[in-house]
């Protein structure tokens, strides 16, 4: 039993070491000159009317040099009065080229598709409904373009308010991390299409989302996947990390579970044996964590303590070196309560994804089989 713990938990100690070299990797690249490449901000939404004109005064406040830029809002088929919403919000802001268009069909990847065919721009950048782009965010996603690059990942953060907010910043700044760091061993393995860019022809060239378009979440991992096979080393992190996008988190504890639901069913689809591994390491990790005080009665309390102590101390100083380097704020309280919910939603989310339906955006998705 002494060895099981050992290995499991050293082995997720190397993972973390190889997060922070990772990491050190992605951070060090600067930003190029900008170019007046025209821009596309393509936003698929659903019944968004309360979040879209925060959304669009963001868009409002960029600090463009030399990008012009377009937005094209695709409707996936609201039920809402979101489409009212926008036609004030374009009269309330003229200066901007904004376009409504109804989606092809449903779901999200739809969506974007609808979009991407419709735009005119040389970079696609994507975001969604219910974010805030910062002011440099355009910006600073268009001048991490090099002659090489076909995708730029960038930097998103929740906003918190509540403990239970909290919570979730933390989780959600540690997933969004590890993403990040892995590019710089050029393995793509997370990011979030709530902060993404790509070149228009690289997308279409790669077929877009096609061989996944049945898989209701996944449209940015998925796509990156397929720009680093189709382009290797191509995938590139924002970097100017401080200019990101705020997105707000789940409201209730049962729209996180549906949320989580839907991130983790689209694992099952992955092809990378490495993601895949990645995956079952942190699942077993969990697991682990909530039997390591069974070591306490069969063996050396030192061996438990060592290891409670190790994984405390790196992860905590892990998250909050990076956290200040992104100027996101790193809830300490939080943090340690994580260390008793995390383990017992990770362990559940991972089998109930495989046989629980969730409900996203007033549909109900079936668990893949």
Known sequence: MQTYFTLIFGAYFIFLILILIGWYKVSQGESLPSTSRLVS???????EALNLPALIQSLAQQR?????????????????????VLELQQVLHPQLSIQVITSRST??????????????????LTTDADCVV???WINSMTSSFDSTTK??????????VRFFDKLQAVEFLSVMISGLAMLGWHLPMMCNGASLGFLRDAFLHVKGYEGNVQIPSGDDEFLMRKMESSFPGSVRVVQNLEAGVTTKPAGTLREFIHQRLRWAGKWRAHESRITQLTAVLIWIVQLSWLGLPILFFVSDPLLPTSIMLTKLVLEAWLIGRIARKLRQPFYGLAFLGLQVIYPMYVIYIGLASQFVSYQWKDRVVPAMR
Request: glycine share 6%; net charge negative; aromatic share 4%.
């Open 41 to 47: 901000v393509i936003i698929p939404f659903r019944n």
């Open 64 to 84: 463009i040099t030399t990008n012009p830029f377009e937005i094209i809002l695709v409707d996936d088929h609201s039920t809402d009065h979101s489409t009212q």
């Open 107 to 124: 779901g999200k990847k739809e969506a974007l598709t609808t979009g991407i065919l419709q735009a005119r721009g040389e970079i696609i």
């Open 134 to 136: 910062s002011p440099d």
């Open 151 to 160: 995708m730029v990942v960038g930097v998103v953060q929740l906003s918190a």
